[in-house]
T-cell receptor, first 115, second 117 residues
């Protein structure tokens, strides 16, 4: 069963628009971690953020922000004032104690930012 | 510090041939993971090791796949015999374990792109 669902397969926006990437997860663990990774066209996986299940505080880093809501099992990612360089595939991932904290990835959302 | 190092970066081989992918984790990291990425299935965990011991290999697709970690600084993923459907990007990742609550980030190598003709 898919534990991490990224319902948006592809998103296309025009530069300077805000865009939110959705992530819904499923777990029975009380201790778990959520991640976002970016995969640019060059192919490497770039770590963006990690949140633990005990910390629901939203986080902002520059143009990036994350909204973690345990009540809806969601960990959404917003890019403000998007730029062409943000074009990439973004992966949400879950790690659980019962799985040895291995990362379980969603299918990814491909974001295209056009000028 | 050097990151996770994978080799080869690209491999093209013919069906039936043996393929060996290599990974050197970050020094001091005691968890190592092998992932496979395809368009159809996304990023799948194949196997992971803790202190060189395989912990969960339930993601290994078939007996044609095997992975070893003879020491803390080296791991291999072998496919024998290879098939066209094995064509994918294979990522190795490592992290530092903690004795209590997990906090370590997973560091990924640049991946090995395998094409089986």
């Amino acid at each position: 069963a898919q534990k991490v669902t990224q319902a948006q397969t592809e998103i296309s926006v025009v530069e300077k628009e805000d865009v939110t990437l959705d992530c819904v997860y499923e777990t029975r663990d009380t201790t778990y971690y959520l991640f976002w990774y970016k995969q640019p066209p060059s192919g490497e996986l770039v770590f963006l953020i990690r949140r633990n299940s005990f910390d629901e505080q939203n986080e902002i880093s520059g143009r990036y922000s994350w909204n973690f809501q345990k009540s809806t099992s969601s960990f959404n990612f917003t890019i403000t004032a998007s730029q062409v360089v943000d074009s990439a595939v973004y992966f949400c991932a879950l790690s659980e104690a019962t799985s040895g904290y291995a990362l379980n990835f969603g299918k990814g959302t491909s974001l295209l930012v056009t000028p | 510090d050097a990151g996770v190092i994978q080799s080869p970066r690209h491999e093209v081989t013919e069906m039936g041939q043996e393929v060996t992918l290599r990974c050197k984790p970050i020094s001091g990291h005691d968890y190592l993971f092998w992932y496979r990425q395809t368009m159809m299935r996304g990023l799948e965990l194949l196997i992971y090791f803790n202190n060189n011991v395989p912990i969960d290999d339930s993601g290994m697709p078939e007996d044609r796949f095997s992975a070893k970690m003879p020491n803390a600084s080296f791991s291999t993923l072998k496919i024998q015999p290879s098939e066209p459907r094995d064509s994918a990007v294979y990522f190795c990742a490592s992290r530092q374990g903690t004795s209590s609550i997990f906090s370590g980030e997973l560091f990924f190598g640049e991946g090995s792109r395998l094409t089986v003709l």
